[in-house]
């Protein structure tokens, strides 16, 4: 395919199983403590705001996962309260639908079962183990403490591999399991994929051509 | 169509080509037509419009029209021949493997050369420690065949201040200016910058029985479904089975050329679609496998007879790869562009096109406004992200929401300089899923390739700001290490020891192998190649047909 882009694509989507190397790191939380320690520290300032705001997805996230177990193909209950867990505070509830109302965590599971298969085994361990220091499990933390964990991990392959699959879950074809109602194409003002469209597009072209775009 | 024609092996046609592509869909096309018997193989499937599919992460990152990606291809990459090269995850010299090939997905950017690519090293002189030559045509040479792919083939667009002359007009006019290209043209008359409408592989109106573009927006990486972009799919291969005299053979895995006694290509080995062996008798051959298949296939044909490859006395088999190089700024704009909507390119600014000593170094490029990342969801939460958000949670999702229908990228193409270093190589441990070496690429830009890059996000930054974004950031300029132009590789010269083919596509050492893709090329161009090999495939034709007509093969 001739064209830029694609090349370009190339050049930064050898990362794109790992990190993003424009990521800039915002902590929430000081990283001299141990995550032990520091979950220890959150169930103090349980009850800050971002948590207020953010608590019930993750419980819906963990819950829709829980009860809907026998829909999963290839995870269990618990691992599969984990990774939407984790889907959910990678592209969290807020005044919009997220990764949880998008049914991120059907695709997930969908792509173990299928095209990702042999990412599943390292993944399931992964959370096993991040899980082993930990009193409960990763579902059952608080959004704060799910934050700090995941911060302490997100330049990790485990991390980035769930990054991708929650943005691919999020956005790719319902057939696939999530993007749900197509929840995160309306999210973004994308107007699906059917096509065609007519002329203007948008603002700054219907200035040219005359008419109404079909904005957002 | 119900009767297809089909040869038996055993039959020696006129000519098999190796590929279904950019250059070989248009040379089954013009010989069949001429009466030859010709079996195109190709080692994709047959795939037909209504297969292509609006599914991102199967076409774009699950390679579903490249072969599946690695992982079938083998194919490794290293920056330095001192290097053990590695399988990268993502495919270093990418193409679709269907009929039609990689005239399927590309994007359509369609430029002409200009006169000076053809004769660069004339006016510049020696670039040291290069092989920057000039080429043994010129472009008045090209210039009907560039008509021809204009008329033939399909192209919308409208002439630029600078264009090289052209003898008939555009079969039809530019796209619709879209956002993107109406903010770039504001900000260009800010700079005394000139845009012009792009030139497309794609339709503004129905032409040679075939439909306008509908603007669904997949034309990068797609295929089209409704055959308004101009691959050899849709604009030859049809015209090339009608003709009676082409069998169209698709899950069909070359591996080998074989020669007779004299030197002469007899048969083309493959593998078909359930992996056996097959041989296809054939007076002549025609490789446009395209600039990385094409100089593989040359070096597996290796024997006594040929033992460093067929064609390859010179050495230059697989040497001077060039990708092209390139950056991208990115901008957002207080209202709604909707880019994601139709074609990727309607503007673009040429003003940059020739080397120029005053910039230090040597090299041109052209820019163009488009979506890229922001034409599709995936993509643009992946790629198309400013440097200053985090890569998740809310302030993640509210970014990614707002920039998408705001945000678009100015994209710099370039030269590159043909080098010894840059080669296309069999991979000594590596085997693609048909057991065949893979293909090695070995790459590191030549300094200038890259200067040139910067100096066009430096422009298109300068844009953005013209234009009046609310915020630009540069997509990390790096050394290229991959990519769909795959240009050089088997080069068109005159002296036999400096290049792979005579400047009438026959190879110096085979009388009857002609190569005709990218690999022909003798300099990069500035940046979009496929107009270019589509004249040199039309050309070549009338050269091979003239010497049949000769008794000449």
Redesign the interface.
Known sequence: MNEAPAQLLLQSCASFLRINIKKVVIMVGTTQHSRRQFLRSVSVVAGVELLQIAAPAIAVAATAARKSGSAFQVLDEDDAADFAAIAARIIPTTDTPGATEAGVIHFIDQAFAGAMQGSRAFAVAEIAEANQKLDGRFADLDAMAQDELLHGIEDGEFFGLLRVMTIFGFFAMSKYGGNKDMVAWKLIGFDGHHGPWQYPFGYYDAEVHGGDYNGE | MANKKTYPLDHAVDFVIVGSGSAGGILAKELSTAGFDVVVLEQGPYRRASDFK????SVV??DELQGGGVANSGQTFRDDEAKVAIK?????A???QNVGG?SV?????FWRFREIDFKERSALGAISGTNFADWPITYDELEPYYTKVDWEIGVSGAPGPNDAPRSKPFPMPPM????S???MERGAKKLGLTTQPEPLAILSKPHNGRPAC?????C??FGCEVNAKSSTLAAMIPLAEASGHCEIRPDSAVFKIETDKRGRAREVLYLDKDGKERAQKTRAVVLAANGAETPRLLLMSASAQHPDGLANSSGFVGRNLM??A?S?AQGV?P????????V?VTRIIHDFYESDEKRGFYGGGGL?A?P??SAT???????G??????????????E??HN??RQM?I???TTSLAMDRNNITLDPSSVDKWGRPAIRVTYRDHPDDLKMAGFLQDQAMNIFDAAGATKTWR??L????????LLGTCRMGDDPASSVIDRDHRSHDVPNLFICDGSSFVTSGR????MTIMALAFRAADRIKAAAAANNI
Not at chain 2, 105 to 109: D, G, K, P, R, S
Not at chain 2, 478 to 485: A, I, L, R, V, Y
Not at chain 2, 527 to 530: F, N, S
Request: net charge negative; glycine share 8%; proline share 12%.
């Open positions: 609006h599914d991102e992460l990152f699950r990268p995850r993502r495919q270093p990418r193409y679709a990689a997905h590309f994007t359509a950017n619709p200016v879209k956002s290209g109406v903010l509908i603007s669904c927006g997949y990068m990486f990708f092209n390139h991208a704009f209202e709604p562009l909707n880019d994601y909507k139709g990727q163009d488009r890229l990342w969801p995936i993509l643009h939460a992946l790629e992200m400013p440097p200053d958000v985090p890569s998740w949670g809310a302030a993640f999702k509210d990614m929401a998408f229908t990228c994209v710099g193409s997509y990390p790096q050394p290229t290490n991959g990519g769909e132009h940046g979009q190649p496929t």
